[in-house]
């Protein structure tokens, strides 16, 4: 498998390493007949992504997290709406064309596409020799690829190394000898493999049916001998229900010469209540008619109470709407006199506000000119701080410099004490020196004294000049919360008297209202007495009249009672002297008496019926245990019958699996692969370490069991030691051997030749010289990333990413300066 060309669109790995959605490689064009091709560039740059990207199966092998389906997934490896994979790639003489569609908008979806080129230059879909077609669903796609290329498993491990490869010591004994039973082609053998476990599985599926079936039979047996044990005795039950059904039958019989009987006399009985209910009805009505007639009476007596109680009403609500006016005219007449009360206060009030609105002028002013006062004080004694702090500061730095005068006159004195003066050593003697730099310094340090006197001197009289103000301003904040208090008694005092002349107009107001209250109050004229009728002359007549009206309604209803009185008494002495009423109870109780008949006669006939369908019953269950005996024998004689097939099935699977024929085959290849190993072990790395497989292992007990694990023998120090406990780079070189005889290995026995190599960054843990031996083997073509530039250096051909990227950097810039 050969790739040709490579266009990828939407990979994150491609946008964060580039800074591109999309880029194409023309791989025949880069790497011609080189055969070691390098891609290089910084870390990052999408190195591993390209490489994951130039086989045809389905995912990135360096970014999955488990071998096999579910370990991978592309969505987390694209970002746009719609990335895709393009790979063109031979095989054996063909050319092939993959194309991977991730979809990301609205529902998650992969599509990937599988064509070959034909003889007349066109692509259409690989079609299996099972008529199996790349119909664009992952999985038909990946197994056109498998069909073509191999397993994903095989490929993975013999040709491509990626970043973070498993390493073939952590095989477990099922993978592994999967692994190597795909090497060996017993993909026959592993196809009748699954397909006995199939039918022990379907044997055993069945079985249990059969098995559930006798449950069910056995089941079914109980139930049938329950039934049977419940219906024992069902003869003698019929008898007892056909002599029930015969008694039952004659005391109906009786029941219904009884309710004739009682039915005859009844409708002998009928003239005599029709008349009855003549005389009841005419009865009836007389009171109906009574009571409709004192009725009307009484509805009239009402409307009468009625208008009596509406004139009452009438009358106190007269009288109580006058003596409501009065009260609310006196009590207005009183608010007024309340209000006047007050007018010689609001007259003075009027008087005194002006001089009291010129005396709270006069106070706010004393009141801001305290203020003023208090604001100069504080002003002054901020000045106080300031003066202080200068001449606190101007004696600081006199100290400073009167201590550096003594310092320069104490070096100055060393002049004449310094043993080299007048010798040829006095121009090198750096005490010298230093005692006559003092000299020329002196002068400026005394008058750099005598102007920090004078500004002293000047700050002090500034200090005493505030401290005279402050005092002169002392009583300035007594005197103006002195003053704030009078101004405040001022605008109260103010306030209080606009409150009161605000009066005035209410006082003029209540004066003319008290005039017109006491007019009015005159034309009420005095109050009424408590007991006095108060009553208009059409009053008195209205009432009159209503007393008459309910006069004459009270001696028509007496004339009523009269009459109603002697037509009841007339009726009942005609009911009196019919004959008594027939006694109706006696219909219902032979009524009664006939339905209880005729339900013991349906009990009867039914305890009949169910005592014949129990003589039914129990001759059916007979039969029924008859036929389910036999139904058991044979359904015992098909579980027999299964239950040997399925032996047999169990040991031809057992036999047809990885422990079986295909660890047989593994054993016999298990000196091949070895011998291929270390003929590579040898050209490549020398006769140090030499390797062997082995199938069976050794328990602790000393047993053996199946297993797999790969013994190196090492020729310098006579020890052998599985790889899993080598060191990294001895392990890496000892797999990439074992993964190269794997592939040879698999070109002669299956004929599946894979001519290119895939390495990704697997020569880490190798040492400088490992590393350029790693490189070399027997393909026709070998793509690899490497961190090292000496390997780097040894490749036919390089794609550069770096470079790739500068080349878009450049292509931007001229496109933003356009």
Known sequence: MQPLALTLKGFRGIRDGLGRDEITL???????????????????????????????????????????????????????????KDLTWAHEGRCYRSQIVIRLCGRRR??????????????????????????????????????????????????????????????????IKSLLADLLGQEEIQA???????????????????????????????????????????????????????????????????????????????????????LAAERQSTLDTTAQARRALQSR?????????????????????????????????????AVLAEAGEVQRADRRLPLAQRVQALRSALTEACRQQTHALTRCQGAVRLAEHRVAGIEQEAGRAALKAEELARRFGLTGEVPCVGTDLQGRCKLLGDAREAQSLIPNAHAQLARLAVEKAAAQQELLAARQRCEALAGAPQNLARAEHREAAARERVSRLAVMCSKAPACAQAQMTLVEIDQELQALGPALAADAAAETADERAERQQIAAARQAIEEQQEQLARQATAALARLDHALASLPPAFDERQVTQAAQALGAAREAFGATEQSMLT??????????????????????ERVHARSARVEDELGNWSLFARCMSNDGLIALAIDDAGPALSALANDLLLACYGPRFTVSIHTLLETAKGEQKEGFDILVHDGDTGESKS?????????????????????????RNTGRRYTTLFTDEADGALDSQRKRMFILGGYEREFFVSQTPELTAMADA????????????EAQRSVSAA
């Open 798 to 809: 390089v794609i550069d990413l770096d470079a790739l990227k500068a080349d878009r950097c």
């Open 110 to 175: 992969t599509e990937a596409f599988l064509h070959t080129l034909d003889d007349a230059g066109h692509w259409r879909p690989v079609q299996l020799d099972d008529g199996m077609v790349s119909d664009g669903r992952v999985e038909t796609y990946t197994r056109c690829v498998e069909a073509i290329c191999g397993s994903a498993e095989t490929f993975f491990t013999s040709v491509f190394a990626a970043q973070g490869k498993r390493q073939l010591s952590t095989y477990r004994n099922a993978e």
């Open 611 to 632: 005592a014949v369908r129990e003589a039914q019953t129990i001759e059916e269950v007979s039969k029924q245990v008859a036929a389910l005996a036999e139904r058991r």
């Open 301 to 337: 007596d009402q409307v009468e109470r009625q208008r009596l109680e509406q004139l009452d009403q009438r009358v106190a609500g007269r009288r109580q709407q006058e003596c409501s006016r009065r009260q609310a005219l006196t009590l207005s007449r009183q608010r007024c006199q």
């Open 192 to 278: 009748l493999g699954q397909k006995a476990a199939e039918t022990v599985r379907l044997l055993k599926a069945g079985l249990a049916t059969i098995r559930q079936e006798l449950v069910g039979l056995d089941a079914e047996g109980v139930r049938l001998e329950a039934t049977r044990r419940r219906l024992d005795g069902a003869g003698e039950r019929m008898a007892a229900a056909e002599r029930a059904k015969t008694a039952a039958h004659s005391a109906l019989e009786a029941a219904q010469a009884r309710h004739a009987r009682v039915a005859v006399e009844r409708e002998q009985s009928r003239a005599t209540e029709a008349r009855r209910a003549q």
């Open 723 to 747: 790889v899993s406990l080598m060191s990294g780079g001895e392990r890496t070189f000892v797999e990439s051997c074992l993964t190269r005889a794997i592939a040879l290995y698999l070109a």
């Open 26 to 84: 023309d791989l025949e064009r880069l790497t011609q007949d080189a055969q070691l091709i390098a891609i290089v560039g910084a870390n990052g740059s999408g190195k591993s992504t390209i490489m994951d990207c130039l086989v045809p199966y389905i995912g990135l092998p360096s970014r999955a997290a488990l071998a096999g389906a579910g370990g991978f997934s592309y969505y987390d490896h694209v970002y746009l709406p719609e990335s895709v």
